[in-house]
């Protein structure tokens, strides 16, 4: 039995809010929104799980159709990185329609796909979330929400103000990123005798949509855009079940299979350069001897 009902003021209550009246408005109408939840759970081979294959996740061929229970990952940005190709915005949007696509193909009903990722520039600003979330809709993902990851003091904050202290042209400095929520067919995963592995405070902080947190260092790591392991924590923890399948497939050092080894998870990654991929691999060996990650 519900306790709160959408109201014309909005609803400060939400555990057994009945959002019926809400969803039956004309916003939603249209949206063609198609549940399905079929149990298939195809089995990857064991010889493929937990590993980093060495080519491009535009072709995650080892993977069967619905065999991973979450996908995380931060893509290239196309930010002339060291690893990062010039593409031309379609040509970015065109790889990314891929490998997203592919990762729709290997997910679960139900599966979930977190996408971090950072908007850029300023003359004029490229909202990559908006092209992001374009991509996703074609493809039939369904939206979750969004987190905003506040970067903080860590953020590296730039200089550029434009016109200081004049209105001429003040630029705008972001201090965050993006983390893009989706789900595949079902926005329900079933429990199906898996174990959570969240605590009550964790749950209660991590469903808040802003995240504060330090980035990581690039220059520790040797990589040149690690996320912190403390993001794939997160989502993985809020996410997933113990034993659950986390894909990444722009793997870098390695992040989400260290952050998966460390809470029972299995993981499947792709990378295309070598020299991360060696990373990678010594960071989960550290994690794995327990050492300084
Ligand atoms: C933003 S970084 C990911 C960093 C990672 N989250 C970490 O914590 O280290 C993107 C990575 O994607 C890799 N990459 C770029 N294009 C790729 C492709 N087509 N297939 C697989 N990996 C690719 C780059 O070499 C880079 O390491």
Redesign the pocket.
Known sequence: MSTTQTSSFGSSGRIGHNSEKFYNTRLYQNMNIKISNDKIENKIKDENLNQIFAH???NMHELPDSSVHLVI?????NVSKD?DENLSLKEYME?LKIVFNECFRVLVDGGRACINIANVGRKPYIPLTFYVYQIMFEIGFLSRGEIIWDKGASSGVSLAWGSFKSASNPVLRDVHEYILVFSKNDFKRDKNKKNDSISKENFMSYTKSIWQFSTASAKK?G?P???PVELPNRLIELYSFENDIVL?????????AISAYNLKRNFVG????EE?IKIAQNRLNDAKNSLFI
């Open positions: 491009s996740c535009e990952t931060s893509p290239p940005y690893y790889l790591i990589h855009a690690p996320f990444d497939p722009f793997m870098g050092s390695g992040t989400t792709y990378e295309i350069n991360y």
